[in-house]
């Protein structure tokens, strides 16, 4: 079989490998090699087939809510109201094109990983070494790697010499790791326990090795980060929320037109004119303004953003961080410092120690060979007394040893200090310190046991540990070997560990009381992050590995995933398994991370966040970038997310119950009237007006509560609302109808003309009721919101005494009309406010705890 599956070729016995790959340890032949490469392909990451722009923007128009606005404005041109065309289509066609070039920055992030692959390798050929350009690598080929080459295909080690590869791009952990031959293979199946296989993209740190290719192209490890990024992600919290928003809509509509049509038809109306009504309470019904509303408050939520340090690259990720309540984030880089640092320098008691960290400056600064990020931690902190030394010798280092020595003197008194492995540098010494270098003791087996003991303690909190030692030699030695590394004192450990980040504790603790789950998900093991945890302060609830978390179906992976809390070990593939376990719970997830194994994650997840010095594929495939490495920013945008979400539901909650109450009641006058109760172009009229006094909903304020906790789209909360305050405005609506009737005994033109009247005016005035779910005198509306409404309810009352009222078909009412309107309007307000307080006690919006006392919830709706 050629191209082993990715995930297991490091677990086959080389032997076994060998003969399903059908190659040799001492490469293929020329032939067969070519042969290979028109089965296989290209050792390259490919693009898929790619939608044209124009097909990219007809899939968009499959939403439900765009179609039916679609059908609004089409309705609209044959009704002759063309600023309502124009309107609709130009809102409808802006949110497309928004859709159409974030998919588009995604196929970029994509494409940016076919560069990860160097241009030329060494590899046998016909039983000799040849270049061969990587592109034409095939499963089967044995390549030669070397310091500074770049990994060209997956692989597993035949041969290693001194062997050490950084493997960042798919672990996202800064330290080299060692690979090594295994020809019995290794049990475990997660990429970073693979000692025996390198992967495509990682680079090699240094010593040399014999790889036999198992993988190319797209069935890398990076091939699958690569596809991750050209899958199209399901939907994200706003795309699911309208969609369902949408069907509401539409089936409403549908039931709507049919029962007029029927009721029309049944009282022998004419036909168009009754088909004209039903259409007109059809355009009604539709949100035709929320593309609009949604656009600006989403626009409006970026700028603030920005003068936040934080770039949004796609809109509608604002709405998705105010509504995200797991976030999901990779250790290092976001939760550390992305750098090794020198953390502890301590003697065998325990204590810090300048003594351990001088030994430690002295050893890193004179040594000669290549300095490791160890070393590059230790001469960060260059102690008083140090330019007082120089060099006469060195013992280099090497892998086999794990350990480099140096003979230093000063003041004519020399002494040889070596720093390496804990282990093998306890080995050699015969004593130690207890209280400085003149205070030394025996490292008899009950010292190095506590030596050992504490070796271990170190490496179980987290920390990489080397050991420091030295000994006393004559100031006429000046040569050392290494038959002279023998007899050394013991000084002390040096502790490293790539540092949390200054604040990201505080922040955290800040998004967990802002009712936001975090999960970490990490290459590294265990015992590291579990310490940056503790140092962070976040609990450990919960810990999967990358071991487990293979042996899980989805439906086991569902069950465990809400208790855990810490991933470790992880592959890219698995960190995207978990993002799309907890979307199928329902969760808005958003996923913080730098690297390009973080990149299929960031693509997936509700809202990907990255940071200004990530990896470009990162910052491609993210929705935001964070300008400051603060994780304060997050939290600070999670705020102006739940704004943004509060004023979208604001339009929601009050064109759909507003406007479902004026449509129910024309529908129900058509049934009692001889004539219709509103001419259709009164109809539209209406809509338009009330749509005008909702434009500057995006400007308004949003009340504390709604800025506590997580809120998703809730349909069913929705549906109940409209409703329930609907039906409020419909028993107005038909106390008008017979305040008209039979109190006035309105004519025609005068029953639309005062039901316009009253239905403008409840609908746009009770906007101040339904903008809060508190005390509308304490959460005051923004000054433009005010003041539109105010003036659209003047206009809507001043019309009718107008020249162009009457092109409208509106007479003038009389005043004892307009008296008893002011006072119908003011009761509906009274009793909508009752109701709404009584509706949010009982049907709270999903997350709320119902309680009688309306301030301890937090609304779906805010101020």
């Known amino acids: 079989m050629i191209g082993m599956p990715g995930a297991t070729f490091w677990q086959t016995p080389l032997a076994e490998l060998t003969r399903q790959l059908g190659a040799d340890i001492h490469g293929l032949s020329s032939d067969e090699a070519t042969a290979r490469l028109r089965r296989c392909g290209a050792n390259r990451l490919e693009a898929q087939d790619r939608f044209s722009l124009l097909r990219k923007i007809l899939s968009r128009f499959r939403n439900p809510l765009v179609l039916i606005l679609l059908a609004a404005a089409t309705i609209s041109a044959f009704t002759g109201n063309i600023a309502s065309l124009v309107i609709i289509s130009t809102l409808v066609l802006f949110s497309v094109l928004l859709d159409s070039v974030q998919e588009h920055r995604a196929e970029q992030a994509a494409d940016r990983l076919k560069i990860s692959v160097a241009l030329k390798e060494q590899a046998l050929r016909d039983g000799r070494e040849v270049t061969v350009r990587a592109d034409q690598l095939v499963p089967g080929d044995v390549v030669l790697l070397a310091a500074g080459d770049l990994v060209p295909a997956d692989g597993r080690i035949i041969e290693a010499r001194d062997f050490f590869v950084n493997e960042g791009l798919l672990t996202g952990e800064s330290y080299p790791v060692e690979k090594r031959a295994a020809p019995d293979g290794i049990a475990d199946v997660n990429v970073a326990q693979a000692a025996n296989a390198v992967f495509m993209g990682t680079s090699v740190v240094s010593g ?27 939907p994200a919290a706003l795309e699911k929320g309208v969609y369902e928003f949408g069907i509401l809509i539409v089936r409403l509509t549908i039931l709507l037109v049919l029962f007029v049509l029927l009721v029309n038809t049944l009282s022998h109306r004419p036909l168009l004119e009754s088909f004209l009504f039903a259409i007109a309470l059809a355009v009604g019904l539709t949100p035709e303004l929320l593309p609009m509303i949604t656009s600006v408050t989403l626009a409006r939520g970026a700028l603030r953003m920005a003068s936040q340090k934080v770039i949004v690259k796609r809109l509608a990720a604002i709405h998705d961080l105010g509504s995200m309540d797991v976030l999901c984030t990779d250790k290092t880089g976001t939760l550390t410092e992305a750098k090794i640092a020198l953390i502890r320098h301590i003697t065998l008691a325990g204590t810090d120690s300048a003594r351990v960290l001088e030994l430690a400056w002295l050893n890193s600064h004179f040594e000669s060979g290549l300095r490791s990020p160890l070393d590059t931690a230790i001469l960060e902190h260059e102690p008083h007394a140090a330019s007082e030394w120089t060099k006469i010798d060195e013992v280099p280092f090497d ?14 008194r020399r002494i040889l200090v070596v720093k390496g492995a804990p282990e093998d540098v306890l080995k050699l010494s015969s004593r130690y310190e207890l209280a400085g270098e003149n205070d030394t003791r025996p490292l008899d087996p009950a010292a190095m046991a506590r030596a050992i003991a504490q070796f271990e303690a170190l490496g179980e909190e987290g920390f990489r540990v080397l050991g420091i030692a030295w000994r006393e030699e004559p100031a006429t030695q000046s040569h050392v070997g290494v038959l002279d590394e023998k007899d050394f004192v013991f000084a002390g450990y040096a502790a490293f560990l790539d540092p949390p980040k200054a604040g990201a504790g505080a922040a955290i603790a800040a998004l967990k009381r802002s009712g936001i789950d975090i999960k970490i998900l990490t290459g590294d093991n265990e015992r590291v992050t579990r310490y940056v945890c503790g140092q962070l302060g976040i609990p450990v609830e919960g810990l999967l590995t990358g071991t487990e978390l293979s042996t899980l179906n989805e439906d086991a992976l569902s069950a465990r995933i809400e208790a855990s809390n810490l991933f470790c070990r992880v592959t890219p593939s698995q960190k995207n398994r978990i993002i799309l376990a907890l979307k199928r719970r329902g969760h808005v997830v958003g996923y913080l991370g730098d690297g390009i194994n973080d990149a299929p994650s960031l693509h997936t997840a509700d809202v990907g966040m990255s940071v200004d010095g990530a990896v470009d594929v990162a910052k491609d495939a993210a929705d935001m970038i964070l300008l400051d490495h603060d994780l304060s920013v997050v939290e600070r945008g999670v705020r102006e997310g739940r704004r943004t979400f509060g004023n979208i539901m604001k339009y929601v909650m009050m064109g759909t119950s507003s406007n479902f109450g004026n449509m129910f009641s024309m529908a129900g006058a058509s049934l009692m009237l001889p004539f219709l109760p509103m001419l259709p172009i009164q109809v539209l009229l209406n809509n338009f007006l009330y749509d005008l006094s909702e434009v500057p909903i995006p400007m308004d304020q949003v009340d504390e509560e709604l800025l506590a906790q997580p809120r998703h789209w809730d349909i069913e909360f929705i549906r109940n609302f409209m409703l329930v305050l609907g039906s409020v405005s419909s028993v107005f609506d038909f106390l008008t109808f017979g305040l008209l009737l ?8 005068l029953f639309q003309t005062g039901w316009f009247m009253e239905s403008l005016a409840t609908q746009v005035l ?3 009721v339904i903008r809060t779910s508190g005390n509308p005198f304490r959460s005051r509306p923004s000054l433009a919101l005010a003041a539109t409404s105010l003036t659209i309810v003047a206009v809507g009352i001043g019309l009718p005494y107008t020249a162009i009222g009457r092109w ?12 008893a309107l002011c006072a119908m309007v003011v009761c509906y307000l009274v009793l909508a406010e009752g109701v709404k307080r009584w509706f949010y006690r009982h049907y709270p919006p ?9 301030r301890s919830q937090v609304p779906l709706t805010g101020a």
């Open 208 to 234: 040399s090795a014999r790889l036999l290719v198992c993988a190319t192209g797209d069935r890398t490890q990076l091939g699958e980060i690569s596809a991750a990024l050209r899958h199209t992600p399901p």
């Open 808 to 819: 409208f078909g509106f007479v003038p009412l009389p005043s004892a009309f307009l008296a």
């Open 742 to 749: 039979w109190v006035f005994n309105a004519t025609e033109t």
């Open 766 to 768: 009770v906007i101040f």
């Open 399 to 412: 892998f086999e040893r794990r350990r480099v020595s140096v003979l230093i003197e000063r003041a004519g």
């Open 846 to 854: 999903r997350g709320v705890t119902r309680s009688p006392i309306l």
